[in-house]
């Protein structure tokens, strides 16, 4: 059964902790993507990657960093830098910039 | 960079009216996605328009694709309470990136 797979579902983080997301996926896409969601709002791009060992800065970078060391796992680490990183993360991947299928996402919550 | 707009934010309807939200982007694309999310769910794609004001129907929905390939719309007919959720539309440039819209917030009330 193909698909991608973002754990965990609810994540709770004191302020000044780094947390890390996870993401697989097992559709032999190319191309993953972070992304955050707002209450209320769009989608916002974090960071990409078209192929294994490399990424790229989406629009909202600062804060957060990201490795593709494998194609089938794209983890986002959430830093201490990150000021606002309450919110819903999503996970995608493509192939060649087609549709792209999401996680499940992961909703992050700063106590 | 790229922008693209969104509209209405929300739009409240009754059962069996119409709805339609629309795409403004501030260049010229590629290609333009419609997602929809539903509440407390994850985008999933509905369907890609590529060609200079193509046209596409899936049953009650029909997708629009402007002739400057800058704007689009997705029209509903006769809205059911499964339509709730909120509608994205994401814009395609030539160096592939993805822009998405702010959504569309449909409610539909039995």
């Known amino acids: 059964d193909g698909g991608i797979t973002q754990s965990p579902k609810y994540l709770f983080r004191k302020e000044g902790q780094n947390v890390t997301l996870s993401c697989e996926q097992n559709?032999?896409?190319?191309?993953m993507y972070w992304y955050r969601q707002d209450p209320g709002q769009g989608l916002r791009l974090i960071y990409y990657?078209?192929?294994?060992?490399?990424?790229q800065k989406g629009d909202i970078a600062e804060g957060y960093s990201v490795s593709r060391e494998k194609k089938e796992s794209f983890p986002l680490t959430v830093t201490s830098a990150q000021k606002n990183p309450t919110a819903f993360y999503l996970c995608?991947?493509?192939?060649?910039?087609?549709?792209?299928?999401f996680g499940p996402g992961t909703r992050l919550t700063v106590l | 960079g790229q922008q693209v707009m969104q509209i209405p934010q929300y739009q409240h309807v009754q059962e069996g009216e119409d709805f339609t939200t629309y795409c403004n982007s501030s260049?010229?694309?590629?290609?333009i996605q419609w997602y929809k999310q539903r509440p407390g769910g994850h985008p999933v794609f509905l369907i890609q328009?590529?060609?200079?004001?193509e046209v596409k129907k899936q049953k009650r929905l029909t997708f629009q694709f402007g002739e400057a390939k800058k704007n689009s719309s997705l029209h509903i007919t006769a809205t059911q309470t499964t339509d709730v959720g909120t509608y994205f539309c994401?814009?395609?440039?030539?160096?592939?990136?993805?822009?998405f819209g702010s959504g569309t917030q449909l409610t539909v009330l039995p």
């Open positions: 995608a991947s493509s192939m060649g910039g087609d549709e792209q299928f």
């Open positions: 559709l032999n896409h190319d191309a």
């Open positions: 990657s078209q192929i294994v060992n490399d990424f």
């Open positions: 260049t010229t694309l590629s290609n």
């Open positions: 328009l590529v060609k200079s004001g």
């Open positions: 994401a814009g395609q440039d030539s160096a592939r990136q993805l822009t």
